[in-house]
């Protein structure tokens, strides 16, 4: 199992603002995910999250891999230690990170590949991968959430 470099503290610390322009930034409230409300702030389909009980702590990232600028995008990656880049396919992720503990389809072209990583701070992530472009888009969060 690959283990990733950041604790969840410095995650928790983390703010898309610190990667993306304010004038390409976009407050969220009310966001709905894995079963939560959230606010954070988006930039497209890439979003940080942290949840309405508390708002001060990073507890959810989405990557978009395709729509990022290449610099802004490996700043990101490098921030969270994680060895990904766009285009990996689905044998190069589970050679990084083992097998998934679930697969996920929700489009015909595309898989979600779904691992534990990290020993001592544990984290989900979702790596999803298209049939032709490969890796396009990963969200991580820290495990388990609270509620």
């Known amino acids: 199992m690959e283990s990733l470099g950041i604790s ?3 995650f928790g610390r983390l703010r898309l603002a610190h990667f993306v322009a ?3 930034l976009e407050q969220l409230r009310g966001w709905e995910y894995l079963d939560r ?3 954070g702030e988006a930039s497209g389909f890439t979003q940080w999250l942290c949840l309405k009980s508390d708002p001060e702590v ?3 990232v989405a990557i978009d891999l395709v729509a ?3 610099p802004t995008l490996q700043n990101m990656i490098d ?3 994680l060895p990904l880049r766009a285009g990996l396919d689905q044998q190069q992720i589970t050679t990084i990170f083992g097998e998934p503990i679930k697969r996920q389809r929700f489009v015909r072209d595309r898989v979600t590949l779904v691992f534990r990583i990290g020993p001592t701070d544990p984290y989900e992530l979702g790596c999803t991968v298209h049939q032709e472009q490969g890796l ?3 969200t991580i969060h820290p495990t388990p959430l609270p509620d």
């Open 37 to 39: 409300c959230w606010v």
């Open 136 to 138: 396009i888009y990963f």
């Open 22 to 24: 304010a004038e390409d």
């Open 8 to 10: 969840h503290d410095a």
């Open 68 to 70: 990022l600028p290449e």
């Open 79 to 81: 921030t969270l230690r």
């Open 58 to 60: 990073t507890r959810s």
